[in-house]
Structures are given as C-alpha cells and as structure tokens.
C-alpha cells in the first residue's frame, strides 16, 4: 500500500510547482477501500482521478474528474473517447454510484475488509507460506513462496477465483457484498491451497 506520507508530500511538491495531481482510482476507487474513493483515507485530495472498470457495472465506460481549474483548461475536443459517456452506460453508472455512495455499504467493506486483513495474517502465520499481507477494505495482496499463478490456478481448481499482481503477489478482490460467511469459505480454500 503506497505511503500516505509519500503521497502528502508530493501533493506539497505538485502544488507548489503547479503540477497537475492525478490519481489513478480505477482499481482502489468506487468503494474498494471502504470509502468511495480511496483518496480520502489518506487526505489529500488530487487534481483529476480516472475511474473505469466498475462504473457502470461492467458495461464498457471510463470517466476523467478533474477540479475547476483543470477543466477551464481544456477545449472542446480535447479529451475524446469512444465509450465514455453514451446515455445508456450514464444511466447504469449513475445507478451504481448511487448504490456504491450508500453508507451502509461503505461500513461493510471496512468492518469486513478489517476483518478480512486479520483473517490473511492469521493464515500467514499458521502456513508460513506467505512473506507479506498488504491492502485495505476489499482489496488485498498476499506475497506468496513460489508463484502466485500457481497459487491461482490451484485455487480455481478448488473454487476459488483469485488473481496475480506480478510474479509472487496473489491479488485478492472479492465482490463489494461478500459476506463473512461467503469470503470464510474463501480463506478456507486459500489456506488449504498454500
Ligand atoms: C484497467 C486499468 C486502467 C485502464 O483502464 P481503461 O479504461 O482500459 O483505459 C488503468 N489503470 C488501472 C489501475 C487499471 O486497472
């Protein structure tokens, strides 16, 4: 998890020298870390965030915020693209950021994701197959001995859908509403893979 002081002082830096502060949210963003946007655990805000994948629910769109300034910055035509903003994925993305904006929601992934964080260092201790827990709400990075692919195939082929980030780290994304009960069975799977 990239260092909330790091990211404070290069805020410091970018403001100081007029540099223009993107984060990109398109994996953290839209309630993964257990606030609509990640940024917002650490306190410091970006002068554009992209978002992506989750927007509208998985129909194809891609959003670009920027603050006030940036935006007096740029023409007409200046940013185009071909699936950003058609009326039908608007709607579907509007629906999910209501959904996703629901504090009800937001409060399960941290108490969950809390829990979930305690459950994989729990593991690492008791297999000692893995070197290092890292993330925050639903999303999580186990570095695993050997590879992670082969961790990630072994657990497909026990039910478990899980995914690399580079060569040893497994990369753990479970679905926003996942239950206890139903990511228990999860970490049951994972821990009998390693
Ligand atoms: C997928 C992804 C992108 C690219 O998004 P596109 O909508 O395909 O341009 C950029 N950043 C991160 C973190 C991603 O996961």
């Known amino acids: 998890m990239i260092d909330h002081g790091f990211l404070r002082e290069l805020r410091a830096v ?5 540099i223009a502060l993107i984060f990109d949210e398109i994996q953290c963003g839209l309630g993964r870390t257990g606030t609509l ?15 992506a994948k989750p927007l509208a629910g998985g129909l194809p769109m891609g959003a670009v915020l920027m603050t006030e300034p940036i935006a007096a910055a740029m023409q007409y035509g200046d940013h185009g693209t071909t ?18 904006s629901d504090p009800a929601l937001l409060e399960h992934v941290r108490a969950t994701g809390t ?25 999580w990075g186990i570095d695993v001995m050997g590879t ?4 990630v195939s072994e657990a497909m082929a026990h039910g478990l859908l899980v995914l690399t980030a580079g060569e040893y780290t497994v990369r753990i994304l479970p679905p926003l509403v996942a239950t206890k009960e139903e990511l228990a069975r999860g970490l049951h799977i994972l821990e009998e893979v390693l």
């Open 115 to 139: 829990w979930l964080g305690h459950e994989l260092n729990e593991i690492a201790h008791r297999t000692s197959r893995i070197r290092q827990v890292r993330g925050t709400g639903f999303i």
């Open 14 to 18: 970018t403001k100081e020298r007029n």
């Open 83 to 100: 699936f950003g903003g058609g009326p039908f994925v608007a709607s579907v993305a509007l629906h999910v950021l209501d959904r996703l």
């Open 148 to 151: 992670a692919a082969h961790v």
């Open 37 to 51: 946007f990640a940024y917002e655990q650490v306190g410091v805000e970006p002068d554009m965030i992209t978002l």
